[in-house]
Each structure stands twice: as structure tokens, then as C-alpha cells.
């Protein structure tokens, strides 16, 4: 068995004391790679020790796989599986499920009293919410590494309280996660941007960098700074992500592209061979941006524009797990999500609550050209009529440029320079809006400073 990490066991006994409290509906947050199966398998066992039944609900076959694998090495339980194409065991007392099975194979099995969500910020989905639904007797537990939903919308509707795990830059310096290099584009114009105490203006840095714009040649940064080692490439379309595999393969880079259409059997053997390192470059828009468990990788390719820090630091964490003999995860910025979102070891401040949005990223929706009802920004299919919205590909257009090693203790100074020049609350607020930190962050930092200050006085009185 796995014996957990005093933070693992610290968080343990807080979500046995929650539930016991009488809460129905909690929430862990932990960085990626801080062990969230494993803390869960120990609380598993402890249940199923005491005839209480589980289900742990995935919405990826790989999740399903690593999941039970971890619940065996961690603690020895005895699972079923719930999946197309494995055999069902309702006896056992923990049920690892594919969401979408479970949803159609519930009425089989025997109720849990515990109902597990993995990568919970998916929960607002349609399948998770008629499965929690349907066993309303049951505690939920959710495990994320980033608690709101890639749209920075909170998860507040679905969970009752939030257990903060450590933060990136605690489990990096405990030896816990592995440390980073970040490289980015080097050429940004600076000739037209405003100083905001001291600094370039955030969010005029931004859009230098341009959304839409990917500096840098990928195949050529591997040979030149990651060469031989095991690259995980985020891009941003499906197409752009099969072309960027054949160059690295034709760069005489054992290189592949994997999808969600990809045939079961093709993707686990890429994986298979990814993982014992004959396979070197794993191409891919948003499959392994979850959960995936392979310490060994070396580098990190952002390819793909995005918005949304949840996305970003579930990719950027891929790469965090520690390794034998390696020093530090290279993660190749080539899209500047950095500029948007902060460094990824950026002390940041979780809430229910999610970021909050200004109108303008809230005001636009999706007009249908069949009933012209107007749908949330975000809708696949027209809320009025049921209309499919046509599906637009990303335009992104690649420029020559080359990607430069950031000085992370220089930019680190930086912001707390900037800090250091926050005197009231709309100050934090400006800094947070700019920084993209969870809307609770200004009023944090603000108030803090504040008793310290108060501190201060009293004690030089």
C-alpha cells in the first residue's frame, strides 16, 4: 500500500470531519500531481471497510484504467468497472465508472453512500447531473485541480464547500513536484505599451502577443532544447495537430497524434509506447489535458490560445510530476498563455465563486440561423430549437520567431514589486483584474495587508 504525504493525511481527516458535519456535497482542491486518487483510495477503503459502497465517476476511458490501477497499489480495493467492454462485478463496494455507462446502467447496481467525482469541474454536465440526481441519498466528494469550469464559471451550484490543498509552489519546493523552465516568445513590441506602476501594462502585453498568433517553429525548439525527451504538444486544432506529428516524425522524431475519435486499441498503444519512451512527441488538442499520469515527461508544448486558467494549468501540470534524473519540465509557451494567466506556480486564491466575468465576455451569445433564438455564448445547439451551431476551426497563424528562457525569480520580483504598490482596495482589484486571479483575491491581499499594517503599529508603540 501507498502511504499518503502529511498533506494527504491532513486533507483526509478534514474531508472525514466535513462529511461528518453533516455535508452533503465537498469539494478538494489539489494541484495536479499532488496524489488525489491516492488520498480518495485511502478513504475508499476506510468506507468500504464499513460496508459502505462507492461509485468514482470518469468521463475518459484513460482515467478509468489509471483510477483502479491506483486504487490497487494504493490501498488493495476491490473494484468493479463500469464500461463498455469490461465485465461487471455489481459486488464490488467500489465501482469505477465511465459516465456515460454509468448513466445508462445505474438501475444495475446496488446505491452508493458515496458518490466520487474525478475532475469535477465537469459536473455541470447534463450526464453527471441526472446521475447525481438519481441517488440524492448519497455524499459527494469532487477532486480538482482547478475548482470552476474552463469558462471561469464557479462551481458554488454544485458543491457546498471547498478543502484547499497545497499550493504548486509548496509541492515544488517539498520535492513533491517537479521544477520548471519556462520558455516564451522574446520578440514582443514594447513601443506602444503603457507603464502601470513600473510594469508594462498587462493586458496591452497580452495582445502583443496576439491570440491568434503562434511564434516559433515546435519541431525545431524540440531538436534545439528538448531533444530526446518526452513532449506532450497542445495545439489547437485537430488538423494542425496530425500535420505538427507527421513533421516531427519526419524530423526523424517518433511522433503521434491522438484524438477523441481515435480507435481505443490505436490510442492505448501510443500511450503505451509514449510511457516506455519509444513513442517521443504526443500530439493532441484537449485529451491529455486531465488526469493523464506520466511523470516521466520532460516538455510541454502549449500550441493552443486559451482563455481559460483552468485549461492552462491543467496542461502545464502534465509536465510537474517528479521523475528520477529529471531536474525540471521544460514547458514551451509559444502562444504566450503565461501573459494571460500568470506563472503556473502563482499563488492563487480558489473559491466557489469562479472568476468573475465583465460584461463584455458575458454579454455575447449565439444567434440561430434557423429560429433566431439567442443561446449562451457557449452552446453547441440552439436552446430554442435544437439546431446545431456550426463548429468554427481556429485560424492560427504561425510566424517565424524563436522562444526565449524566462528569468521566473525576475518576474516573480516583479509582481511583488507591483504588490508592494497597492495602497487601497481598488488598487488590488486593478492588479487582480490585470493578473486574471479569482475575483476573492484583491479582497484577500487587501485585508491582509491590512493587518499587518495594524500589526505593525501596534507593536512599535
Known amino acids: 500500500m501507498l502511504q499518503l504525504r502529511p498533506y494527504q493525511h491532513a486533507l483526509v481527516d478534514q474531508a472525514r470531519s466535513v462529511l461528518r458535519q453533516g455535508c452533503k456535497r465537498l469539494l478538494i482542491q489539489c494541484p495536479t500531481g499532488a496524489g488525489k486518487t491516492v488520498l480518495v483510495a485511502h478513504m475508499l477503503a476506510s468506507a468500504a471497510a464499513r460496508g459502505k459502497r462507492a461509485w468514482f465517476c470518469v468521463h475518459r476511458k484513460e482515467l478509468l484504467e489509471q483510477a483502479v490501477q491506483t486504487f490497487v497499489d494504493a490501498a488493495d480495493i476491490h473494484t468493479g468497472i463500469v464500461a463498455a467492454g469490461y465485465p461487471t462485478d455489481a459486488s464490488a463496494p467500489v465501482q469505477v465508472c ?22 469535477c469541474h465537469h459536473v455541470p454536465s447534463k450526464s453527471w447531473a441526472a446521475i447525481a440526481a438519481a441517488v440524492p441519498q448519497a455524499h459527494q466528494l469532487g477532486l480538482t485541480a482547478t475548482p470552476q469550469r474552463l469558462d471561469g464559471k464557479g462551481l458554488g451550484d454544485y458543491f457546498d464547500r471547498l478543502l484547499l490543498g497545497p499550493t504548486v509552489a509548496q509541492l515544488i519546493a517539498d520535492g513533491y513536484l517537479s521544477p520548471y523552465r519556462l520558455y516564451a516568445p522574446g520578440t ?29 517553429d515546435a519541431v525545431a525548439t524540440y531538436q534545439q532544447d528538448a531533444a530526446g525527451g518526452r513532449a506532450l504538444v497542445f495545439v489547437w486544432s485537430l488538423d494542425a495537430s496530425r500535420a505538427l506529428a507527421d513533421a516531427f516524425t519526419a524530423a526523424g522524431i517518433p511522433a503521434a497524434h491522438v484524438d477523441g475519435e481515435t480507435p481505443t486499441d490505436e490510442r492505448k498503444r501510443a ?5 516506455a519512451g519509444s513513442l517521443r512527441v504526443l500530439c493532441n488538442v484537449d485529451l491529455f489535458g486531465e488526469g493523464l499520469d506520466v511523470p516521466a515527461v520532460d516538455a510541454v508544448f502549449l500550441l ?29 509557451d509559444h502562444v504566450g498563455n503565461w501573459t494571460r494567466h500568470g506563472l503556473p506556480d502563482e499563488d492563487r486564491q480558489w473559491s466557489l465563486k469562479g472568476e468573475t ?6 454579454a455575447t451569445g449565439r444567434r440561430c440561423a434557423e429560429c433566431f433564438a439567442v443561446s449562451p455564448p457557449g452552446a453547441r445547439v440552439c436552446a430554442a430549437c435544437g439546431a446545431a451551431f456550426p463548429r468554427k476551426e481556429r485560424k ?4 517565424d520567431g ?49 493587518r499587518g499594517a495594524g500589526l505593525r503599529s501596534a507593536t512599535s508603540q
Open 357 to 362: 466575468k465583465t460584461p463584455r465576455e458575458t
Open 396 to 399: 492560427v497563424e504561425q510566424t
Open 271 to 275: 500511450m503505451a509506447a509514449f510511457r
Open 304 to 332: 493552443r490560445p486559451t482563455d481559460s486558467l483552468g485549461l492552462y494549468l491543467q496542461q502545464c501540470g502534465r509536465g510537474l510530476r517528479p521523475a528520477p534524473g529529471k531536474a525540471a519540465v521544460r514547458i514551451f
Open 188 to 216: 514582443v513590441s514594447t513601443a506602444r505599451m503603457h507603464h502601470v506602476a513600473g510594469d508594462f501594462n498587462r493586458a496591452e502585453v497580452a495582445t502583443a502577443m496576439n491570440s491568434s498568433t503562434v511564434v516559433g
Open 402 to 450: 524563436v522562444l526565449v528562457e524566462a528569468n521566473l525569480t525576475e518576474l516573480r520580483a516583479r509582481l511583488h514589486e507591483r504588490e508592494a504598490q497597492c495602497r487601497t482596495l481598488q488598487d488590488w482589484q486593478d492588479l487582480a483584474k490585470e493578473m486574471k486571479y479569482a475575483s476573492g483575491w484583491a479582497w484577500y491581499r487587501w485585508t491582509a495587508r491590512r
Open 98 to 119: 465511465s459516465v456515460g455507462s454509468l448513466k445508462r446502467r445505474m438501475s444495475t447496481l446496488p446505491k452508493p453512500d458515496l458518490l466520487v467525482w474525478d475532475e
